[in-house]
């Protein structure tokens, strides 16, 4: 059984830096892909960034595009999402997720392992 164990949230001004980390432990193998999901109180989950652990491409959502920087680390099971000039619409429960397909997909039911969420505050 997968477990994915998210860590690093917490509360910054507007223009501040947070490093989300997520670890990856009892895995047999590697997953294709690695996502990046936020949800706000009242709204959908949303995919925002994502890296193929084979391939290397990575993947970011319009709203986080040059702010944020998804990387992995294979050797220590951990993948990170650094988001720089965070902004007060970034405030949400962050969430790491793992999927086993061929391809990188971006809709949640996609994923079959979830990390149990970090919150992100940003106040103005």
């Known amino acids: 059984q997968v477990q994915l164990v998210e860590s690093g949230g917490g509360s910054v001004q507007a223009g501040g830096s947070l490093r989300l980390s997520c670890a990856i432990i009892g895995y047999t193998y590697s997953a294709n892909c690695m996502g990046w999901f936020r949800q706000a109180p009242g709204k959908e989950r949303e995919h925002i960034a994502a890296v193929d652990t084979v391939g290397g491409s990575m993947y970011y959502a319009d709203s986080v595009k040059g702010r944020f920087t998804v990387s992995q680390d294979n050797a220590k099971n951990m993948v990170y999402l650094q988001m720089n000039n965070l902004k007060p619409e970034d405030t949400a429960i962050y969430y790491c997720?793992?999927?086993?397909?061929?391809?990188?997909?971006?809709?949640?039911?996609?994923?079959?392992?979830w990390g149990q969420g970090t919150q992100v505050t940003v106040s103005s």
């Open positions: 997720a793992a999927d086993y397909r061929l391809d990188c997909s971006s809709r949640p039911a996609d994923f079959h392992y």
